[in-house]
Structure formats: structure tokens, C-alpha cells
């Protein structure tokens, strides 16, 4: 039996080193419930949703993006040139990636395409790498296309700015609620558009969306844009993206929602990702679609025993075809955990004019708290002189120079030396060297790099402002890196960043006894013969 498990790895091993090109698949489809998620090899993009006992399609053809390079357009349809497909594939049965090539710009785009089955949405990133040579200093993306919410070809457009959401309605709230896109509060857009589809198309197509929605029932469309370099307000970290270079990496996050029929909206705010413990307020959008105006008992609750609550009054009074903002406020739970905050309104006229929406909030982590000092490059500079207290404090620059994915608590050690130590340290590890805590400075850091997350992500980097040393003869100081291990390999049981012959066997046999994935398996047997496994 251990014999053929050996075997088995070295077929796996041989297809994974094989190099071959597949023939990518013309298509390929998340079937959800009530979503049902289609992209082809190209990237466009096709959602029907279950309405009564049938999916109806949601687009009248296919939503395409467009990227533009200093003027030069590539598209995923529709208007050429087009990208060139580099890998087509679904890591889950809730997950899609394309992956293309803008010509021979050296600039690569991946789109993932996320659906959590039972949900009203689902999620779109994209990643723009500069893998090429050449800096662009004027760099746009924009996604959308010619719309048909609920196999309806009349629909009227909406914005919404405390959401950033264009949105569109059909003639009868009683028949559908509404179909939205908008983008995540870490990555927010810079323009809207929503018109007759043929306007749209063009307003993609030339890269310059208008910021206005047509007031009334038309064949519609609708679309977002980003300008790398043109922040929207408060961006502030985007301020410094004004070109893009060789290695940068620009991440978008946006999300397509629907709501069921009602006379009565409740539009929730885009998912979010933030650290344990933190105080998070959520702006719920209310709308009333009645011809009257009409008085709302609100409530909310969270899953997974995280306190929520109304920052006002548990009653809100709304003039037809108006809407109202309503805060929510709730405290993360420890890390590696999430809850769902729905907010439901119920009409005191009619209880059966009601609805909810819901965001979910996660807390990175609960992965291994470990020595990342080999995964991350460490470098000081602005060396200034305390008078004072004769110390010296400067910047220090962490880099993810490995391939783990870090997040929160980043704690910095440096054993005490005659010729460096640090001065006022947070505490001491249980083997006596000080540290200090940067988790506070690297979280406030992180929202302006990469894809805005909370996670220090492989090529990532940030800078840690006045870290203070007392340092004779300005010795440069020789510290180690602590921080938790967000995603270790499923089969690394002692959690020590590598995979033993014991390890990828015990992965096979789960593989065997489907409990785990195709995806999971390669990865453990990649590890592992990076590791000098044979």
C-alpha cells in the first residue's frame, strides 16, 4: 500500500512539473443558489439568478472590463485589442480565475470571481501586475456593460454615495428589488455610470465614465471606473500611486448584489476586514419605494455571539420614494473569526412590507504566531538623534519577501546586545529577548498597499515610523520578525512552514478519502519538493 501511495505522488509530481500548455476551457460556471456565476476564457462575465422555479439571465450579454495604459485600451470583449488568456481555471466549486495578458505591455490581469452559495451577491477582484519593464502614468479600469435585471429590459438608474452603489430599479418593487455594483471601501471607485446600454458600451469603450444615471425607465446599463493616481476623497494612500512601475501591483475589490421585491430596501455596506476588537460602524442604507410616506420598526443582530446595536432610535419615520441612513455598531471577536450584521425593517402600516440586508465582517488570523524572520526583509533608514535621551529612532521597512500570507499581532525582537538594544520595549518573549508591538503601525499601514487588506501579503511591504534603539557607534540593530502565519498548509501539523515524507502521505490519504481537495494535495506536494522531497 505504501508503495502505490509513492506512486501516486510521482504521477501528481510529473503533471505538476510537466510544463505542459492545456487547452483552456471556452467557459466556466459557479451553479449557486440563488447565483448562478459564468465566465468564459476571455474574462467576460454572465450571472442568472433563480426567480420562481427558473434562472433568469441578469445581463443582456456579458459585463466585459477594460484597461487602459496611457491611452492604449485592452478589453475583455466587445472592443478590441483584447487580452490574451494565460490560465482559465476554478481553485473551489465557488471560484473562478482568469488570467490574461494586455498585449505586450508586461502588464497581467487576474480576475476572481467569489460566491458564497445562499447569498445575494458575489464578489470581483481583480489584480493588475507590471510585469514588464515600462512605467504608465496614466492607468484606468472600468467593468460593466448592457444590464437585464430580472430578465426586464426597463429599468431606471440610482446612485447611492454613502455606498458608492450604482443600482437600478424595475417598474414594480413589488416584483424585484434591486441589482446593484459597487466597489469596497478599500478600493473605492472614482466614477459611475448608469444610461441606455449604448451609452454605457461607448462611455467604457473611450474609458471615461460621467458620474450621472437616467431618472427614468429605459433599457439599461451601468458601470463602475477606477483611475490609479485620481483617488476618490479621502484615498489618501492612493494619492502616492501616481504612476504605475515595473512591480507594482494594483487590487481592486468590488461586488454585484440583488435584493428581493419589496416596497421597503435595506442596502448593506460592502464586507469588511478589520482587526480583533475593534469598534466597526456600518451605514445601512432604508428606502422607501411606497407612494406614502410610512414608519419603519429597525432591528439588528450578528451571528457568532458579537454584539450589535442601532447608534439611534429603533423608529424611522421615511417620505415616499426617499431614503435614510441608519449607523450600526458592533465589536470584533478574536482573530480568525466572523459574523454576519443583518439589519431588518418592518413596516408599522403593513407588517408584510418588509426586508433586511446583511454585511459580514471578518478578523484575520488564527493561523501560528511564529519567527517570520526568513519570510520578511527588514531595512532601516532616517537614523535621527534623540538628544535627550542619547537614543537613535528611525524607519524600518518590512517587506513579505516569502510566500506566507501575515497578519496581525507583528512583534519585532532584538536580543540585547553591548552594542544595540531597544529602548522602552512592549514586553519580552518567554526566551527573555525584548520586542516591541508595530501591530498598531503595520495595520495602519496596510489599507495603502497591495490590495488593502489587513494582511501583509507576499511582495507587500510597509514602513514602520520611529522605532527608537539605543545603538553605540549607530550599530545596526539585528532583529527577528514575529507575526501570526495566516493560511499554513493544511498538512503542516507542526505548523513549521515545511512538509515532511509523513505529511504528504497523510495529505494523500485525506485526498483518497475525498477530505480534501485536488487544490490542497498539489500545494502540499509543491512544499514538499521544494523542500528536497523525493
Same mark, same amino acid.
Given at each position: 500500500m505504501k508503495t502505490l501511495k509513492w506512486? @501516486?505522488?510521482?504521477?501528481?509530481?510529473?503533471?505538476l512539473s510537466s510544463g505542459a500548455q492545456a487547452v483552456l476551457p471556452s467557459s466556466l460556471t459557479i451553479t449557486g443558489t440563488p447565483l448562478r456565476i459564468t465566465a468564459d476564457t476571455m474574462g467576460a462575465i454572465q450571472v442568472d439568478r433563480l426567480q420562481g422555479s427558473s434562472y433568469v439571465e441578469q445581463y443582456y450579454s456579458s459585463l466585459h472590463s477594460y484597461l487602459f495604459l496611457d491611452g492604449q485600451r485592452y478589453a475583455t470583449g466587445r472592443s478590441s485589442p483584447y487580452f490574451t488568456p494565460v490560465a482559465f481555471s476554478m481553485p473551489t466549486g465557488w471560484s473562478i480565475v482568469n488570467v490574461g495578458d494586455a498585449g505586450e505591455s508586461g502588464v497581467r490581469l487576474t480576475?476572481?470571481?467569489t460566491y458564497v452559495n445562499g447569498s445575494m451577491y458575489f464578489t470581483k477582484q481583480w489584480r493588475i501586475e507590471n510585469l514588464g519593464s515600462q512605467t504608465f502614468s496614466a492607468v484606468k479600469f472600468l467593468h460593466g456593460g448592457d444590464t437585464y435585471f430580472a430578465g426586464d429590459d426597463s429599468s431606471q438608474g440610482h446612485w447611492d454615495p454613502a455606498l458608492h452603489m450604482v443600482y437600478l430599479t424595475n417598474p414594480n418593487p413589488g416584483l424585484t428589488g434591486i441589482m446593484g455594483f459597487y466597489a469596497s471601501a478599500l478600493s473605492p471607485s472614482d466614477n459611475y455610470y448608469e444610461?441606455?446600454?449604448? *451609452?454605457?458600451?461607448?462611455?467604457?469603450?473611450?474609458?471615461?465614465?460621467?458620474?450621472?444615471?437616467?431618472?427614468?425607465?429605459?433599457?439599461?446599463?451601468?458601470?463602475l471606473q477606477w483611475n490609479r493616481g485620481t483617488p476618490a476623497t479621502?484615498?489618501?494612500?492612493? @494619492?502616492?500611486?501616481?504612476t504605475f512601475a515595473p512591480g507594482d501591483v494594483w487590487n481592486?475589490?468590488? %461586488?454585484?448584489?440583488?435584493?428581493?421585491?419589496?416596497?421597503v430596501q435595506v442596502f448593506a455596506p460592502a464586507d469588511q476586514q478589520v482587526v480583533a476588537g475593534t469598534n466597526v460602524i456600518l451605514?445601512?442604507?432604508?428606502?422607501? %419605494?411606497?407612494?406614502?410616506?410610512?414608519?419603519?420598526?429597525v432591528s439588528v443582530e450578528a451571528t457568532a455571539g458579537w454584539p450589535a446595536a442601532l447608534a439611534g432610535? *429603533?423608529?424611522?419615520?421615511?417620505?415616499?420614494?426617499?431614503?435614510s441612513n441608519i449607523e450600526v455598531n458592533t465589536t470584533s471577536g478574536v482573530a480568525g473569526s466572523s459574523s454576519i450584521i443583518t439589519l431588518t425593517a418592518i413596516s408599522q402600516t403593513d407588517t408584510n412590507i418588509s426586508n433586511q440586508d446583511s454585511a459580514t465582517i471578518t478578523v484575520p488570523g488564527g493561523g501560528a504566531f511564529k519567527n517570520v524572520t526568513t519570510s520578511v526583509g527588514l531595512a532601516y533608514s532616517g537614523w535621527t538623534l534623540n538628544r535627550t535621551t542619547g537614543t537613535l529612532f528611525g524607519d524600518m521597512q518590512i517587506a513579505n519577501n516569502g510566500a506566507l500570507l501575515l497578519t496581525g499581532p507583528f512583534w519585532y525582537a532584538v536580543p540585547i546586545t553591548a552594542d544595540c538594544r531597544l529602548w522602552r520595549p512592549t514586553g519580552t518573549l518567554t526566551n527573555g529577548t525584548p520586542y516591541v508591538d508595530l501591530t498598531a503601525s503595520v495595520l495602519a499601514a496596510l489599507p495603502g498597499v497591495g490590495n488593502g487588506d489587513l494582511t501583509l501579503n507576499p511582495g507587500e511591504s510597509v514602513v514602520v515610523r520611529n522605532i527608537e534603539f539605543y545603538c553605540r557607534n549607530r550599530a545596526t540593530p539585528v532583529g527577528f520578525m514575529y507575526s501570526i502565519w495566516a493560511d499554513p498548509p493544511q498538512f503542516d501539523a507542526n505548523m513549521d512552514g515545511a512538509i515532511s515524507d509523513s505529511e504528504v502521505l497523510t495529505a494523500v490519504d485525506a485526498w483518497k478519502a475525498g477530505t480534501a481537495d485536488d487544490l490542497s494535495l498539489f500545494e502540499t506536494i509543491r512544499i514538499w519538493k521544494q523542500a528536497g522531497g523525493q
Open positions: 506512486w @501516486m505522488v510521482v504521477v501528481l509530481l510529473a503533471l480576475q476572481t470571481l444610461d441606455n446600454y449604448g *451609452s454605457v458600451w461607448t462611455a467604457l469603450a473611450n474609458g471615461a465614465l460621467p458620474d450621472t444615471v437616467r431618472a427614468n425607465y429605459h433599457d439599461a446599463g451601468y458601470g479621502g484615498d489618501e494612500a492612493a @494619492m502616492t500611486r501616481t481592486i475589490t468590488a %461586488y454585484e448584489k440583488w435584493t428581493d421585491a419589496g416596497f451605514q445601512f442604507t432604508l428606502m422607501n %419605494y411606497q407612494g406614502e410616506t410610512d414608519t419603519f420598526d432610535a *429603533s423608529t424611522i419615520q421615511i417620505p415616499a420614494g426617499s431614503s
